[in-house]
């Protein structure tokens, strides 16, 4: 079973900061997820990568497979990005390109402070 | 487009009364469906997926079940909730050998 560890936990930081969330975990994938989960509990999905960088906005994900390893950055941070910020790896469920399930971290509690 | 719907938002029950959770998804046909459920403190947790009409797997042993009458409806229901079922459930589905997951709002259960 994969591992995911996401660190930090928590995270408080004032508007404009550069944030950044990392990621790790413990047997190879195809592609990793972050996600956001706003206080109503509503998950949305951020990015999907499974190699480089992507960039959407102010949001930056990159990826390292061989070190396992992946970071969510928020650039110019405003407190509307407060939220959870989730990161999860998919595992097979079955094999011949069945369905899969996805391990979660147990997210980062980010707060932005105006 | 596609859409998932999940309701209700919010429920407050009785140890021991019954549970229906329903899914529905809109503008795809046969997509996997997923239940997940997201306890206090802890990590979002994958109870049931389905790959088709009738197909359940449980990933986890409990006090909860699962079906999927029709091709793009997912229900989750107990026929006596406990106190440990409170939680958030999410529901979710995506195409078989895509990637994306694409979640409902999610549903509140508070067992009291």
């Known amino acids: 079973k994969n591992e995911v560890e996401q660190s930090p936990q928590n995270l408080t930081a004032q508007e404009g900061e550069f944030i950044t969330i990392n990621c790790s975990y413990s047997?190879?994938?195809?592609?990793l997820h972050w996600l956001q989960q706003h206080p109503g509990g509503g998950i949305v999905s951020l990015f999907m990568?499974?190699?480089g960088k992507k960039k959407h906005g102010r949001l930056i994900a990159t990826i390292n497979i061989q070190e396992k390893h992946s970071s969510l950055h928020i650039t110019a941070s405003h407190p509307r990005d407060s939220a959870v910020y989730i990161c999860?790896?998919?595992?097979?469920?079955?094999?011949?390109?069945?369905?899969?399930?996805?391990?979660f971290g147990k997210g980062t509690h980010l707060i932005i402070q105006p | 487009s596609q859409t998932i719907h999940q309701w209700p938002a919010t429920l407050v029950q009785p140890v021991g009364s019954p549970l229906s959770l329903e899914c529905t998804v809109e503008?795809?046909?046969?997509?996997?469906l997923y239940w997940y459920r997201q306890a206090a403190g802890r990590g979002l947790q994958l109870l049931f997926y389905?790959?088709?009409?009738?197909?359940i797997s449980s990933e986890v042993p409990q006090n909860l079940s699962a079906s999927r009458p029709q091709d793009r409806q997912f229900i989750l229901s107990s026929k006596k909730l406990l106190l440990s079922d409170s939680g958030f459930y999410l529901c979710?589905?995506?195409?078989?050998?895509?990637?994306?997951?694409?979640f409902g709002s999610g549903t509140q259960l508070s067992v009291l």
């Open positions: 979710a589905w995506k195409l078989q050998g895509r990637e994306k997951l694409f």
């Open positions: 047997v190879g994938i195809s592609a």
């Open positions: 990568l499974s190699s």
């Open positions: 999860a790896v998919p595992f097979l469920l079955f094999s011949g390109g069945g369905a899969d399930g996805l391990t």
């Open positions: 503008g795809t046909s046969n997509p996997n």
């Open positions: 389905s790959v088709g009409i009738g197909q």
